[in-house]
């Protein structure tokens, strides 16, 4: 096998065995743009790596030797050499990035040699020692394990001796006095002196990068992110270029476009007389991109041309890393840019009408889960605030919690469901879990590239960073801006879209949607096939789900109007009594209020369908609890209260015990209800034919679909049915309204989808409702899995995910698939959609696409993911 491949080797095709780096430099080499020479080592080899115990696969140190004696000869450098010493980098390269997880080493091949050459040589001994101090720094960080901060204390100190604030004011003989105490440093720690021969520097690097892919940010990154374990990392060795050599010099990273608001303009930062991490790391506070105009417009002028083409030759904003040394641009990495939803929608919007992409490649750009960035609440525009202090916008959205300064912190807090804002000078890789867990990320340093602010845009999370006004004080747990004290605990509001940090809680509105978006979505329902409706359950949720698109409802929860706190009594009687006579009586106080709720929806909707389920739940989600009922006796007992009360609340016990279930999930709920207490749906049918009689001589034109819920057996559905026929009969006759409906029922139950073609036969619909089909299917009570067992399913990866998430296609799939072939079958117009809560997620929309369904039905916040899913699932 064939281990290494220099730049020109490869393309960006080969992105699986070079790594998204390797694959994009070779890319950048062959299109012919200014590329420091190098090679790429494969993940093949670090696959073959961990296989062999992390040892070298046979033949890849030859190869390695080979690239490096070519690299020699391409530049006229070589490994050791004194008088032109060959420096190269050593960077990490996953096929799919995970930046700032993995290792990075510069300045390699530097020893107590070469560092005198480099210093004659550049003319720049200040420089050359630095570069030396770099390395050690890094290789005794990455390759020896060596803490960032034993090095960091010695570079104080010198910085104290010195008289000096800044790193760049040290001479070339504080940094050999350094360097002395950066080698002794290794010595202590490692039992050896610190590796003075490149190759042998080389093949540590190259080992502790491949080491790298299993550290614990990386792991932990690649859980987040569901990337798969066995990828591996390619490593890229390239020739160093500086770009800390004096103010001709310099290193940045820019965007093609606004990775923020996708607007399309240069956008990026870079620091003069700076190396690589400089401006990643959040060290120092870079300047805009515009400041490189200024000052070297000349190379300003090729950078801009040079960003332009690789949009053009890639189709899709870029992420570019540069250097400029001694006025000579050099390009160090291109690669797909990140960007919130915001900017993903408008950059892929604007690329369609520039010419660039098709809208088909403009809908699979953008992630369905991602646009909930835009579906939520956001700081009312109008709201007064009184801002505190003002960072870098870096990624928008807004987050209000309590200020926690410690990731670990963040984390417990987090998982305890408390809202969390994280503050920090910057942030790490280390700190990845708890950023997870916090609403959003406040720094007093670095700029819009800083970790932070990268981080942060890839999860969706608000973050202002580079807020220079506030003073941590870690010490002390708290805050400073001025005289202000902002204690850990506190809770503050950060905009990440203005850079505004307030003070406590500020008031928020509803999101609308952007015209880029609007115009997303209506190329979305250009393709795709399948329907999206919304399950809502009053006029308001019907309205907001017209309003993000909705064709219609498809589940409205009818229990949810009886749980209403004027309602519930009236609840509790009808289920309470003891004759029919009561529950008639009880019922028709009822009736008035459901047929307002049906009005209300039905006209919020008209025109389009709505699928209204009759009653569902276990009953004792309505009747007090028989254990607090209890206590209350006692109390009322020992107050000596009045004895008509307490017998009044020991017959509820008494009836409330008698109809406790040991599985309410499978007790007497669903349409058992209705077969028991057949009133309970007449009543139903009444109030939705009635308010459904209404609005038709208002002149509304309105769509009942009466839906029945849990039927495992098409006799209870034809013994409902008829329920629901005389009712709609009585209903025309009273008030001489003839209105359209249809009958359908839900498929909840494995029998119910096993015996789908005899239960088609009474049905005009069915709707899978997949929480309680994949309940019952997998025999997981769906209240009880997440709390208890469902965790150590998915670390063992006995599951992949999470089944009540994302629909299990394997088994709740087949069944589905099953009903689907086997009702259409006797009966091929059948309307057939979801509502459970699959129906709002990507994955699980893009089955339904595959096996027929008609729609999909989810909230209305999602209506507008499912729109971009379905679409997807089509192209
Ligand atoms: C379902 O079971 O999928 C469903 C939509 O009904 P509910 O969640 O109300 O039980
Ligand atoms: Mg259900």
Redesign the pocket.
């Known amino acids: 096998t064939k281990y290494v491949y220099t730049f020109s080797e490869g393309k960006a095709e080969m992105k699986d065995l070079l790594g998204g780096k390797g694959a994009n430099l070779a890319e950048m080499t062959n299109i012919g743009l200014p590329v420091p020479p190098g090679f790429t080592i494969t993940t093949e080899a670090c696959k073959e790596f961990y296989k062999a115990g992390r040892n070298f696969p046979a033949g890849l140190e030859q190869e390695v030797e080979e690239k490096v004696a070519w690299l020699e000869q391409t530049l006229g450098k070589k490994f050791g050499d004194p008088n032109g010493p060959l420096l190269v980098s050593v960077r990490s390269g996953a096929v799919i990035s995970m930046p700032g997880m993995m290792d990075t080493v510069l300045n390699l091949g530097l020893n107590d040699q070469t560092v005198i050459g480099l210093a004659a040589s550049s003319g720049n001994p200040r420089w050359a020692y630095d570069c030396y101090r770099r390395f050690i720094q890094m290789f005794g960080n990455v390759v020896l394990g060596i803490e960032h901060h034993r090095f960091e204390a010695v570079l104080e100190d010198q910085k104290y001796k010195a008289g000096v604030k800044y790193d760049n004011q040290l001479t070339a003989e504080d940094w050999q006095e350094v360097i002395k105490h950066y080698k002794t440093i290794v010595r202590k720690e490692t039992g050896k002196d610190f590796p003075q021969d490149p190759m042998e520097q080389l093949y540590k690097a190259i080992y502790a990068v491949f080491n790298s892919w299993e550290n614990d940010r990386a792991i932990v990154y690649r859980k987040i992110h569901k990337i798969p374990d066995d990828l591996g990392t390619a490593v890229n060795v390239q020739a160093m270029v500086f770009g800390n050599m004096g103010d001709d010099c310099g290193t940045g990273v820019a965007f093609t476009r606004n990775p923020s608001t996708g607007e399309k303009v240069l956008y990026g930062e870079f620091l003069t007389n700076a190396q690589g991490e400089d401006v990643v790391a959040g060290i120092r506070t870079p300047q805009p991109i515009a400041k490189l105009e200024e000052e070297m417009p000349e190379v300003y002028r090729q950078f801009a041309q040079t960003c332009a083409l690789l949009e053009k030759h890639y189709k899709d904003m870029q992420d570019i890393e540069f250097t400029i040394e001694r006025n000579k641009l050099w390009m160090l990495q291109t690669r797909n840019g990140k960007r919130t939803a915001q900017a993903a929608i408008r950059i892929a919007v604007e690329m369609v009408e520039e010419g660039l992409i098709s809208k088909e490649t403009a809908i699979k750009r953008v992630d369905p889960m991602q646009l909930n960035q835009l579906l939520h609440r956001r700081i009312d525009p109008n709201a007064k605030l009184e801002v505190i202090a003002k960072g870098l916008p870096a990624s928008p959205g807004s987050a209000c919690g309590a200020v926690v300064f410690d990731a670990d912190l963040a984390e417990k807090l987090g998982e305890q469901g408390k809202k969390v804002i994280l503050v920090g000078t910057e942030t790490t890789p280390d700190d990845i879990h708890g950023m997870v867990a916090s609403q959003g990320i406040l720094t007093s340093r670095g700029g819009m590239t800083s970790h932070a602010a990268v981080v942060a845009r890839g999860m969706g999370k608000p973050c202002v960073c580079g807020c220079e006004s506030i003073k941590i004080d870690y010490e002390n747990k708290q805050f400073l801006v001025g005289q202000l004290v902002v204690k850990e605990g506190d809770v503050i509001s950060i905009d990440g879209s203005t850079g505004q940090v307030m003070l406590g809680e500020v008031p928020m509105i509803d999101p609308e949607l952007s015209p880029e978006f609007q115009k997303l979505l209506t190329w979305a329902d250009e393709i795709r096939t399948l329907g999206v409706r919304a ?1 809502a359950d009053t006029p308001e949720d019907a309205a907001k789900a017209r309003e993000f698109g909705a064709g219609g409802i498809g ?1 409205t ?1 009818t ?1 949810h109007m009886f749980m209403a706190q004027d309602r519930l009594p009236i609840v509790q009687e009808m289920i309470l009594a003891s004759t029919l006579e009561e529950r008639e009586a009880a019922l028709a106080k009822l009736l008035p209020m459901q047929e307002g709720d049906f009005y209300g929806i039905l006209k919020a909707m008209a025109g389009l369908p709505v699928c209204i ?1 009759l009653l ?2 276990p009953l004792h989600e309505f009747l007090p609890n028989a254990e607090e009922l209890a206590v209350e006796i006692t109390r009322l007992k020992l107050t000596n209260s009045d004895q008509s009360e307490i017998k009044a609340k020991e017959d509820l016990l008494r009836k409330v015990r008698s109809l406790s279930e040991f599985n309410p999930m499978l007790g007497h709920r669903g349409c058992r209800l209705g077969i028991t207490w057949p009133e309970v749906y007449a009543m139903q049918a009444r109030a939705i034919f009635q308010a459904t009689a209404r609005l038709v001589k208002e002149g509304y034109q309105v769509e009942p679909e009466v839906e029945i ?1 849990l039927v495992i057996e098409v006799k209870e559905l034809a013994y409902l049915r008829q329920v629901v026929e005389r009712v709609a009969q009585e209903v025309k006759e009273a008030t001489g309204v003839d209105f359209h409906y249809t009958v359908g029922t ?1 498929i ?1 139950v494995p029998r119910a989808a096993l015996l789908a073609d005899e239960i088609a036969t009474q049905a005009e619909f069915f ?9 019952t299917t997998l025999g997981f009570s769906r209240d009880d899995a997440e709390g208890k067992f469902m965790q150590p399913y998915l670390e063992k990866k006995i599951l992949t995910e999470n089944p009540f998430m994302v629909l299990d296609r394997k088994g709740v799939g087949k069944l589905m698939q099953w009903t689907v072939e086997n009702a259409r079958r006797v009966k091929p117009e059948l309307i057939i959609g979801i ?3 699959h129906g709002g997620e990507p994955s699980s929309i893009e089955f339904c696409h595959l096996i027929g369904l008609d729609y999909v039905s989810c909230s209305p916040y999602r209506v507008p993911i499912a729109r971009l899913a379905a679409a997807q699932a089509k192209v």
Not at 767 to 775: A, I, K, V
Request: hydrophobic share 20%.
């Open positions: 399950n589940l929860r229990e389920r569902d739940p819920p839900m909840e709707s899978f409702g997949t929480n309680d089909l994949t309940q509502c459970g809560e």
